[in-house]
């Protein structure tokens, strides 16, 4: 099955990505209702290490990991991703889109990528992007990836949380999740597009 887009990586801004993107399905958007995502994640998320004090509108005390699991089940809630568990470590860009291979040997396309892998380092093979130091950690060896200012590293790949080169917060993270569902929608549509709901 060919997705339209895939996401590597599943803390708070591969999460927040997915569940802005399945957001737009059922609103009579044509160009948004019949689209396929994946969401990979390797299960090892900063989040699950955090105690969260200071997240806006987030329950003080809220344990990281509680937090990963409200927003995977917010994904569950609206439908519309495919949840998987495994490591990518190869991505190759093919005619019409890429193809994803995990290290247990699964494989996968897509015809949009989104990385969402964290900080600590990158190393999936196969695609020509510059990694560079990340300029917001206050601790050393912490990378991201360039890209143009508005998360799109090449065509196709979108990176997005502490990758993008954002600070170490929650809200931060998962902003630009947020921001690459949106610029996709938005190319979809061919032009600029948010997803809001109102009560009744
Ligand atoms: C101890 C601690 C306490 C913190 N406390 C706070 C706090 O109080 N307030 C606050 O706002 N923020 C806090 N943070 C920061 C917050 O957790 C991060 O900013 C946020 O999780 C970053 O989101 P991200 O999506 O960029 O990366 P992550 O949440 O780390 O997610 C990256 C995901 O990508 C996956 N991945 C990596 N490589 C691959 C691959 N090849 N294939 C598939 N999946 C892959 C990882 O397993 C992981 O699940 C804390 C962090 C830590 C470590």
């Known amino acids: 099955m060919e997705y339209d887009v895939a996401i590597v990586g599943?803390?708070?801004?591969?999460l927040s990505c997915a569940l802005t993107l399945v957001s737009a399905k059922g609103r009579g958007w044509t160009?948004?209702?019949?689209?396929?995502?994946?969401?990979?994640?390797?299960?090892?998320?900063?989040?699950?290490?955090?105690?969260?004090?200071?997240?806006?509108?987030?329950?003080?005390?809220?344990?990281?990991?509680?937090?990963l699991k409200r927003l995977r089940s917010q994904i569950d809630s609206l439908g519309g991703v495919d949840l998987i568990k495994g490591r990518v470590v190869k991505?190759?860009?093919?005619?019409?889109?890429?193809?994803?291979?995990?290290?247990?040997?699964?494989?996968?396309?897509?015809?949009?990528?989104?990385?969402?892998?964290?900080f600590h380092g990158f190393d999936i093979e196969g695609l020509e992007l510059k990694v560079v130091d990340n300029p917001k950690s206050p601790k050393p060896g912490r990378i991201m990836i360039e890209?143009?200012?508005?998360?799109?590293?090449?065509?196709?790949?979108?990176?997005?949380?502490?990758?993008?080169?954002?600070?170490?917060?929650?809200?931060?993270?998962?902003?630009t999740g947020v921001q690459v569902a949106i610029n996709i929608l938005s190319k979809w549509a061919g032009s600029p597009v948010v997803v809001h709901d109102v009560p009744g």
């Open 10 to 14: 599943g803390g708070a801004a591969g």
């Open 31 to 67: 160009w948004a209702d019949e689209r396929r995502y994946l969401l990979i994640d390797a299960g090892g998320s900063d989040l699950r290490n955090a105690l969260l004090n200071n997240v806006p509108g987030v329950a003080i005390g809220t344990p990281g990991s509680e937090l």
């Open 91 to 118: 991505i190759l860009k093919g005619d019409s889109g890429f193809s994803i291979e995990t290290k247990k040997g699964d494989s996968f396309k897509a015809k949009e990528i989104v990385l969402a892998t964290g």
């Open 147 to 175: 890209h143009d200012g508005d998360y799109l590293a090449a065509e196709g790949i979108w990176v997005a949380g502490l990758l993008a080169g954002v600070s170490s917060m929650f809200a931060a993270a998962a902003g």
